[in-house]
């Protein structure tokens, strides 16, 4: 069974940089796949961040296209996200999942999701 | 591109059944077929339930069905057990590589 797991601060200070990181197990994230984030603040719909594949290919939401970066350490199954020049606007509770896109389009393995705060 | 629309919350009670719309445009839920649903119980991971309008995922009962009509993508859920309760979430393909979501529809068991 495919799992995920977030991890990282849970409160950033506004101007600086968010890094989160998703570690996954029972799947080779190498083996295939894009590796997705997703968030969703307070009150709010889910929303899209981006996805990366093993390869270095990414896709990101257009809004956020200027502030972020996904990446995949292969060595470590790892997924990395990084969301620089935060404001109030990016709290939000923050998800990593398998994502299927190119084959399929949707979202098949979830991890529990982790709040981050920005606020001084 | 705007979030999907779905109502805040509905119920019904135990062997009942309910519905959950997603209202999206021609640009989304209209043009592609690939409207996934999800499942999430507090605290927990979401769960991945339908995917391209009306496939089932692996696991999921069959009292969970889906439909599109138009711009509007639909989740029902039938013989309503208590275990239902939950926060549902659609998803649409919505063009240049994008997915959108919906706010999310509470459901409550009576």
């Known amino acids: 069974q495919v799992q995920l797991q977030e991890s990282g601060p849970g409160l950033v200070n506004p101007s600086e940089t968010l890094s989160l990181t998703c570690s996954v197990s029972g799947y080779s994230i190498s083996s295939g796949y894009y590796w997705g984030w997703i968030r969703q603040p307070p009150g709010k719909a889910l929303e899209w961040i981006g996805s990366?594949?093993?390869?270095?290919?990414?896709n990101y939401a257009p809004s956020l296209r200027s502030r972020v970066a996904i990446s995949i350490d292969t060595s470590k199954n790892l997924l990395s996200l990084k969301l620089n020049s935060v404001t109030a606007a990016d709290t939000a509770v923050y998800y990593c999942?398998?994502?299927?896109?190119?084959?399929?389009?949707?979202?098949?393995?979830w991890g529990q999701g982790t709040l981050v705060t920005v606020s001084s | 591109q705007s979030a999907l629309t779905q109502p805040p919350s509905v119920s019904g009670s135990p062997g009942q059944s309910v519905t959950i719309s997603c209202t999206g445009t021609s640009s989304d839920v209209g043009k592609f077929n690939y409207v996934s649903w999800y499942q999430r119980h507090p605290g927990k991971a979401p769960k991945f339930m339908i995917y391209?309008?009306?496939k089932r995922a692996s696991g999921v009962p069959d009292r969970f069905s889906g439909s599109k009509s138009g711009n509007t993508a639909s989740l029902t859920i039938s013989g309503l057990q208590a275990e239902d309760e939950a926060e549902y979430y659609c998803?649409?393909?919505?063009?240049?590589?994008?997915?959108?979501f919906g706010g999310g529809t509470k459901l409550t068991v009576l």
């Open positions: 391209d309008v009306t």
């Open positions: 999942a398998r994502d299927g896109r190119f084959l399929e389009w949707f979202f098949d393995f």
């Open positions: 990366a594949f093993h390869n270095g290919n990414t």
């Open positions: 998803c649409s393909y919505a063009g240049g590589y994008s997915l959108i």
